[in-house]
């Protein structure tokens, strides 16, 4: 069974400060997503990486997929306060071909 | 353009009782996924259609829940004689083909009395 785990679970950062959110995951795949969730709303899709060595980048936001150590970062360079939300690393079983695994979720709160 | 769909928004009800939730995912989407979500969780894998292939019903986690899909439509999920633990948002999502990106409704969220 894939284990998806997400690491640290919260993070309260100051703005203007850089951090990394980790995923760890136990089984082979070479699809992982990173989404975003605000408050009551729904997930928006922020990256998909799709081989080993991937790097995606997005305003202040940075993944990384390392396939051969089955670990995901997601790194935040100079928060700022729109970036408080739960982010959630997705990872797609090669075997099962569809249903996504889903990590529990970093909260990040960045504060001004 | 128009994204997934899924109504009702919210959903309360009586335990006991059964519940359906419809989900309308993106024209031309021909993958169709639910998932749950409980509180401050991630979210669960329940169920997946593919095209007019048999669904892959790995993740309900009793025969209370089911699932149809008609065509590659609409898809309804319905929780027969339901329990507090029930209570979660129902997440459906669509995607052009499997394996590619999941695009996710605004979720149905089902509170059990």
């Known amino acids: 069974e894939l284990k998806v785990e997400q690491n640290p679970l919260f993070l309260s950062m100051q703005e203007g400060k850089n951090y990394t959110i980790y995923c760890n995951y136990s089984t082979t795949s070479d699809r992982l997503y990173w989404y975003r969730q605000d408050p009551g709303k729904s997930l928006e899709s922020l990256f998909v990486l799709l081989s080993n060595g991937a790097v995606k980048q997005e305003g202040r936001l940075m993944a990384s997929l390392d396939t051969k150590a089955r670990l995901s970062t997601l790194h935040i360079t100079a928060a700022v306060h729109d970036l408080s939300a739960t982010y959630f690393c997705a990872v797609d079983e090669e075997t099962s071909g569809s249903r996504l695994t889903f990590g529990e979720g970093t909260q990040l709160t960045v504060n001004p | 353009g128009a994204g997934v769909s899924q109504s009702p928004s919210n959903k309360v009800t009586e335990k006991g009782k059964d519940v359906e939730l419809r989900c309308d995912p993106i024209?031309?989407?021909?993958?169709l996924y639910w998932y749950r979500q409980r509180l401050g969780q991630g979210l669960e894998f329940l169920i997946y259609f593919q095209g007019n292939s048999a669904p892959d019903k790995s993740g309900l986690p009793s025969d209370r829940f089911s699932a149809e899909r008609t065509g590659e439509s609409v898809s309804t999920l319905t929780i027969q004689r339901t329990q507090q633990e029930d209570s979660a948002v129902y997440l459906c999502?669509?995607?052009?083909?499997?394996?590619?990106?999941?695009?996710f409704g605004d979720g149905t969220r089902l509170s059990i009395l």
């Open positions: 024209s031309g989407h021909t993958a």
């Open positions: 999502a669509s995607s052009l083909y499997r394996r590619q990106p999941q695009h």
